[in-house]
């Protein structure tokens, strides 16, 4: 059976041949079965009497007694549809044949940024994978508006730019989750994380932390799973950036930052510990994404540097992690662009904070 419209907007799909303006014949047989068709998909209903807009349907179906949910993928191919209804009559917006979808390989979920009371269950189905990715980067828009063309910003929730990366990227997840169509989903997978965290600083009346911290921590996991753009690797270097970095802090001897990455990483800590210690009384992200937005490492030191004389009087001179964190910031020369490594000064941000580690956090 074809499904196939005509309007204005379509005239190309008009039968020539006929004084009647449709886009092809059918016969009376066929037409009983376009009608009961509509019909059923018309009323299909879940067990709360919502409508079913998403069906999956085998190819040997019949009108009674089949199943129409996302498990016909796991037997073989099948149609997909989504549908809406307008003035009560079916409209089907969108149909695929949907692949057999395999068993995903589960996503062994670690903590890469030593987060402190992090408790996350491996990712074992895309439709739980789906709605992690809902969560931690589209606010939970994602899902509800894959066939939405009137998604509005709402300042300090939503904001433009995010409404924008939800647009540009919807089609890849949804062809992944729905139609099991991976390439789209992990070309865009890096940069979508990635531009979606960096939000989290922006519009916000204040900074969230824990959030952007599970949201940097899961994308490390992504990173590593779909093995994307030679990041893979980057959680376990965090992870072991971390450990020395905080073997460092804590010695008696000269601390030295020895590599661009261990450089970045110590700024992201030392930024998010200078934040903690401002007496502004909503501590915003008018404090953190100037760091974000610098491009040489060298303005990026001289920030931390004034931000660190600012707030110097609040910091006990004997407390020798500050010190040696702040000096090794301020010893190491390098002609890197910040920007190359903004993954490692937010994962600096977001992960446990080497400062307050084993102390009462300073409010």
């Not at 979606?196 to 916000?204: E, G």
């Not at 590593?224 to 950036?241: C, H, N, P, S, V």
């Not at 600012?310 to 040696?324: A, E, P, Q």
């Amino acid at each position: 059976m074809i499904i196939c419209g005509l309007n204005s907007k379509k005239p190309y799909l008009e039968l020539k041949s006929t004084k009647f303006k449709v886009p092809y014949r059918i016969s009376l047989k066929e037409a009983i079965i376009s009608k009961k068709f509509f019909e059923w998909i018309n009323n299909l209903v879940d067990e709360k009497g919502k409508p079913i807009n998403s069906i999956y349907i085998p190819f040997d179906f019949k009108f009674t007694n089949i199943e129409i949910f996302e498990k016909n993928t796991e037997k073989g191919e099948c149609l997909y549809l989504y549908k809406t209804t307008s003035n009560g009559k079916p409209i089907i917006e969108d149909f695929s044949i949907v692949n057999r979808r395999k068993k995903m390989k589960p996503i062994k979920m670690k903590d890469y940024l030593n987060i402190e009371g992090l408790e996350e269950n491996n990712i074992e189905d895309p439709k739980a994978l789906e709605q992690k990715i809902d969560k931690y980067y589209y606010n939970n828009k994602l899902v509800a508006n894959y066939y939405n063309n009137d998604i509005k910003a709402k300042a300090g929730v939503f904001s433009d730019k995010q409404v924008n990366i939800l647009i540009t990227t919807r089609q890849s997840m949804l062809n992944y989750f729905i139609k099991n169509i991976k390439e789209g989903f992990v070309t865009c997978l890096d940069n979508m994380t990635k531009q979606m965290i960096l939000q989290k600083f922006i519009d916000k009346d204040y900074i969230n932390i824990e959030e952007i911290a599970y949201a940097q921590n899961f994308r490390l996991n992504l990173l590593k799973y779909y093995e994307i753009g030679g990041k893979a690797e980057m959680g376990d270097r965090i992870k072991k950036l971390y450990s020395e970095l905080k073997e460092k802090t804590e010695s008696n001897n000269l601390a030295v930052c020895e590599t661009d990455e261990e450089f970045y990483f110590a700024a992201g800590q030392a930024i998010y510990y200078l934040v903690s210690n401002s007496e502004s009384e909503k501590r915003n992200h008018g404090l953190v994404i100037p760091f974000l937005e610098l491009s040489t490492s060298l303005k990026l030191k001289q920030s931390i540097i004034t931000m660190y004389k600012k707030y110097g009087y609040k910091i006990d001179l004997r407390n020798k992690k500050v010190n040696n964190l702040i000096s090794m910031i301020n010893g190491y020369e390098t002609n890197s662009k910040a920007a190359d490594y903004q993954d490692l000064i937010i994962s600096g941000i977001c992960s446990r904070n080497i400062i307050y580690m084993g102390n009462k956090k300073e409010e």
